[in-house]
């Protein structure tokens, strides 16, 4: 069964310093979504991209952050410099369609801001 | 925007007792409720979900309930087994976008 996959699976880094992750959504979904979890927390929406634009973003996706689909497989999500407080587990979601309204979640990239 | 409540936080049960979680939504033109299980360290993993035009749903051994006038959905997990220790996710959202908003979860502990 396809699933999202997502690089790195771990990731540390300097405050201050951006970061960049990829995801590869599964194959002729339309949908994509980045997510944000903090250690013990919920699960909160950034972003959905549909149509190579934005479609929708919530008040914690701020000009520290951008998304892009450089080519027809990934779909990158770019902190520009990061704070303490970036640190998280970020997931990338994929949805197939209009009708189509389960999303499929990647395994997640942990974030460490030092 | 829309509020998801969600209680217990914790919830420990023995080996074949039912679990029950329950959430309650602000929004009432949210008509998609989806349920995840997260395993540690793991992905969410949509277990069961119910559209608003419908009140209860059953998958086996889990099952949701709805009820729109009082804006709260419910989901039952019966005969529960270790294996169904994880936490679990209640989300809600609405037509065009279908972006989920997540209650804080709850962390289901079964003994074996």
């Known amino acids: 069964e396809p699933e999202v996959t997502q690089t790195p699976s771990h990731q540390v880094t300097q405050m201050g310093q951006e970061v960049i992750l990829r995801c590869v959504p599964i194959s002729n979904h339309l949908y994509f979504y980045w997510y944000r979890q903090i250690l013990g927390q919920k699960v909160e929406f950034l972003v959905s991209f549909y149509n190579n634009e934005i479609s929708e973003k919530s008040e914690i996706f701020d000009d520290q952050f951008s998304v892009e689909r450089p080519d027809g497989s990934n779909f990158t999500l770019k902190i520009r410099s990061t704070k303490l407080e970036d640190s998280a587990m970020y997931f990338c979601a994929s949805r197939p369609g209009t009708s189509d309204i389960e999303q499929f979640f990647g395994p997640g990239t942990r974030l460490t801001v030092l | 925007g829309e509020n998801v409540e969600q209680h217990p936080s914790t919830l420990s049960v023995q080996e074949g007792d039912s679990a029950v979680i329950k959430c309650t939504y602000s929004?009432?033109?949210?008509?998609?409720f989806p349920w995840y299980k997260q395993e540690l360290g793991k992905r969410p993993q949509l277990i069961i979900d119910?559209?608003?035009?419908?009140g209860e749903k059953k998958d086996q051994r889990i099952a949701v309930t709805l009820n729109k006038t009082a804006k709260h959905f419910s989901l039952h997990i019966t005969e529960t087994q270790p294996e169904d220790s994880a936490v679990y996710f209640c989300a809600a959202s609405r037509g065009g976008s279908y972006i989920p908003t997540f209650g804080r979860g709850t962390s289901l502990i079964v003994h074996p």
């Open positions: 119910i559209r608003s035009n419908v």
């Open positions: 929004d009432s033109a949210s008509n998609y």
